[in-house]
C-alpha cells in the first residue's frame, strides 16, 4: 500500500500480533491449571512465512524450561511460530521441564510444518509445578486448528492476575510502503525487569535482518519495560520477542538509514504503550505515576534514580494513600547511588515545587496534596548536576497486592 502522509499512525483494528501482514494467531483452552476451567491458556502466533525472529530475556540467574529452550532457538534469527500458555511457568522443573519445553516447540512444529527450531516457547504462572504436558500437546492442535486474523484471544489467553488484555499496534511508512507493528504483552506482578517484562510479543511485515532486529529490540526494551516497576520483583520467565516476516514487500530496514529511525520510533511506541498498560494493570493497582529525573551526570545514573523512586515501597505506599510526602522520594534518590548536588536540587510533585536548593518550599504541600489523589501522578526531579534525562514508570502499592499474592499458588 503506497503511503504519502504521516510516516507513522496509531491503528484501529486489528490491533496486536495480527495487526501486520502475514501473521495469524490461535487459542485453546488446555486446563493448564487443572482445575476444570474452560477459560483460554494456551496461544500460537505464526508467521505465514519464515520470519526473522529477535528476543531478549530475562536476567534472573533461575531461568525458567522454556527461557532456556527459547534461548537457544532464537539464534538461529529465524522462526515460524511463538506457543505461550498461562497458568504454569515450567520453571525450577529440572529435566522434565526442559522435555516439555522441547516437546511443545515439537508439536507446533508438526502443526504448522517447519523445524522445531523455529518455534519459540513462553510460559508463565505459577513455579515449581510440572506441566500437564499431554493436555497442552492437545491444546496445541485445537489453537492451530483456530487460526485467523484475531489477536485479540491471544493477548486474553497469555493472562494470569491481569485484569484487562494488553495489545498495541502503530503503522509506519517506509519507502512508501505502509508497515505496521503491533504486539501483544502480559503483566501485573513479579514486575521490575532487566530486559522486557513476563510475555511481550511483538510483530512486524517489515524485512529485516536478524542482527538489526536485535538490536532495535535490545534497545527499544531498555527504553520501555526496562523502565517500569510494580512490586520490584523480577520473574523466571521473562522473554520479549519480535518476528519481522517481511510480507509488506517494502525495503530491507538498514542502519542508519531514515527508515531505520522510523521503524525504531514506531517499535518504541509500540512497547512503551505496552509497558503502560502493564503498570496501569499492576496487582491492586489503584493509581501510576512517572518519575522523571532530569540533570543527572549521565543517562545511567539518570535511570537508576527514576528506578529507584519507581520500587521504592514507602514512596509507593505514599503514592497509595494520597500524601505528599517528598521526603521519600528524594531519600530514594539519595540511595540510589547516582551524582546529586542537594544545594541544586529541586523536586516537584505535579509541576508543584516543593524542595528546590537545599530546603522546603513553604506552603507547596498542602497546595498539591489533592492533586496526589488523581490516577496519573507525575514527579519530576532535577539532580543538579549535568544534562542527562530519563523517566520511569510505577504504581502504588495497595492492601490488594498483599491479598492477591498471599495465597497465589494455592
Not at 505496521?180 to 517489515?206: C, N, Q, R
Not at 549521565?298 to 521504592?312: K, N, W, Y
Request: with cysteine; charged share 20%.
Amino acid at each position: 500500500m503506497a503511503v504519502t502522509s504521516s510516516p507513522m499512525r496509531q491503528t484501529e483494528e486489528p490491533k496486536g500480533v495480527t495487526a501486520a501482514k502475514g501473521f495469524l494467531a490461535g487459542v485453546a483452552a488446555a486446563d493448564v491449571r487443572g482445575d476444570g476451567a474452560s477459560r483460554h491458556d494456551l496461544a500460537l502466533i505464526v508467521s505465514e512465512r519464515p520470519a526473522t525472529a529477535a528476543g531478549v530475556f530475562t536476567t534472573n540467574l533461575v531461568k525458567a524450561a522454556p527461557v532456556v529452550i527459547s534461548q537457544l532457538h532464537v539464534k538461529r534469527g529465524l522462526a515460524r511460530a511463538i506457543v505461550a500458555n498461562s497458568g504454569n511457568a515450567n520453571a525450577c522443573t529440572g529435566a522434565r521441564g526442559l522435555g516439555d519445553a522441547l516437546r511443545m516447540a515439537q508439536a507446533t512444529a508438526d502443526a504448522v510444518d517447519c523445524p522445531p527450531g523455529e518455534v519459540l516457547v513462553a510460559s508463565t504462572g505459577v513455579i515449581g509445578r510440572v506441566m500437564p504436558v499431554e493436555r497442552i500437546l492437545l491444546g496445541i492442535g485445537r489453537a492451530a486448528a483456530d487460526l485467523g486474523r484475531d489477536g485479540d484471544q491471544a493477548a486474553r489467553a497469555i493472562m494470569t492476575t491481569d485484569t484487562y488484555p494488553k495489545q498495541a499496534a502503530v503503522a509506519v511508512a517506509l519507502g512508501g510502503v505502509e508497515h505496521m507493528v503491533g504486539g501483544i504483552a502480559k503483566g501485573s506482578g513479579m514486575i521490575h525487569p532487566e530486559m522486557a517484562t513476563m510475555l511481550a510479543f511483538v510483530t512486524t511485515d517489515a524485512r529485516l535482518e536478524a542482527g538489526t532486529a536485535q538490536t532495535l529490540l535490545r534497545e527499544s526494551v531498555r527504553r520501555s519495560f526496562n523502565r517500569i516497576s510494580v512490586d520490584g520483583d523480577m520473574s523466571t520467565n521473562d522473554c520479549c520477542f519480535l518476528l519481522a516476516n517481511g510480507a509488506a514487500d517494502g525495503p530491507e530496514i538498514r542502519s542508519g538509514t531514515a527508515d531505520f529511525q522510523q521503524f525504531r520510533e514506531a517499535l518504541d511506541t509500540v512497547l512503551w504503550s505496552l509497558a503502560e498498560q502493564i503498570v496501569g494493570d499492576g496487582e491492586g493497582a489503584t493509581r501510576t505515576f512517572s518519575v522523571r529525573v532530569s540533570g543527572a551526570a549521565d543517562q545511567v545514573q539518570a535511570v537508576r534514580a527514576a528506578r529507584t523512586v519507581t520500587s521504592s515501597p514507602l514512596v509507593k505506599t505514599a503514592i497509595h494513600g494520597g500524601d505528599p510526602n517528598w521526603g521519600r522520594i528524594l531519600a530514594a534518590v539519595g540511595r540510589s547511588g547516582v551524582e546529586l548536588a542537594l544545594d541544586r536540587c529541586r523536586l516537584a510533585i505535579e509541576g508543584e515545587e516543593l524542595f528546590a536548593q537545599g530546603q522546603v518550599v513553604e506552603g507547596a504541600v498542602e497546595r498539591v496534596a489533592p492533586r496526589l489523589l488523581q490516577p496519573r501522578v507525575a514527579i519530576d526531579i532535577n539532580l543538579g548536576v549535568g544534562e542527562a534525562e530519563a523517566i520511569a514508570l510505577g504504581c502504588d502499592l495497595s492492601s490488594d497486592y498483599v491479598r492477591i499474592n498471599a495465597d497465589y499458588s494455592t
